[in-house]
T-cell receptor
Framework: GAGVSQSPSNKVTEKGKDVELRCDPI?????LYWYRQSLGQGLEFLIY????????KSGLPSDRFSAERTGGSVSTLTIQRTQQEDSAVYLC?????????????FGPGTRLTVL | GENVEQHPSTLSVQEGDSAVIKCTYS??????FPWYKQELGKRPQLIID?????GEKKDQRIAVTLNKTAKHFSLHITETQPEDSAVYFC??????????FGKGTTLSVSS
């Protein structure tokens, strides 16, 4: 079946502009995660949605970052007033259940470059 | 919150040798420990995982061991092949929380 998809695959923007990144999880998956991977670095947790529960936003690096998940499916990560240090690959993952019972499947990522 | 340390950051082996990557975690409540492989320019993919009710799990050339008392777990790859070259990430979490990843190990297998 279809895996996790993300769009756009690449995004180049100017410093100070807002960007929106989209994630389409695997159909039926209740949990959705956003991670950030800077060049040569590990996967930094940003935010986690589980069903209708309030999202875990503990990984968001600043109030310029926000995310929403509409209808329990598609999610959008928004970065306002982008900075050069926001340049990274943003990865989305989904799982059928949360926590230790759900294998996370990753999307291909969106490479964000802030000039 | 959980913190995961991973060592070494780089590992070079000859084809046919074994490779071992080690991770430690801080939260004793964590009970799920997956390992992901990420090839250059590609998404991370799960290769093996272990839950806290077992101490070892094996899948062909790959095995993972878990020591809950010491709070560490390791990935073992035997008979390494050039196609094993990639970045490997360990992670840990418990129910209802996101995975926390280690910083990754770049494995290079030379023929």
């Amino acid at each position: 079946g279809a895996g996790v998809s993300q769009s756009p695959s690449n995004k180049v923007t100017e410093k100070g502009k807002d960007v929106e990144l989209r994630c389409d999880p695997i159909s039926g998956h209740t949990a959705l995660y956003w991670y950030r991977q800077s060049l040569g670095q590990g996967l930094e947790f940003l935010i986690y949605f589980q069903g209708n529960s309030a999202p875990d936003k503990s990984g968001l690096p600043s109030d310029r970052f926000s995310a929403e998940r509409t209808g329990g499916s598609v999610s959008t990560l928004t970065i306002q007033r982008t900075q050069q240090e926001d340049s990274a690959v943003y990865l989305c993952a989904s799982s059928a259940t949360s926590g230790s019972r759900g294998t996370q499947y990753f999307g291909p990522g969106t490479r964000l470059t802030v000039l | 919150g959980e913190n995961v340390e991973q060592h070494p950051s780089t590992l070079s082996v000859q084809e046919g040798d074994s490779a071992v990557i080690k991770c430690t975690y801080s939260d004793s409540a964590s009970n799920y420990f997956p390992w992901y492989k990420q090839e250059l320019g590609k998404r991370p993919q799960l290769i093996i995982d272990i839950r806290s009710n077992v101490g070892e799990k094996k899948d062909q050339r790959i095995a993972v061991t878990l020591n809950k008392t010491a709070k560490h777990f390791s990935l073992h790859i035997t008979e390494t092949q050039p196609e094993d070259s990639a970045v490997y990430f360990c992670a840990a979490n418990q129910a209802g929380t996101a995975l926390i990843f280690g910083k990754g190990t770049t494995l290079s297998v030379s023929s």
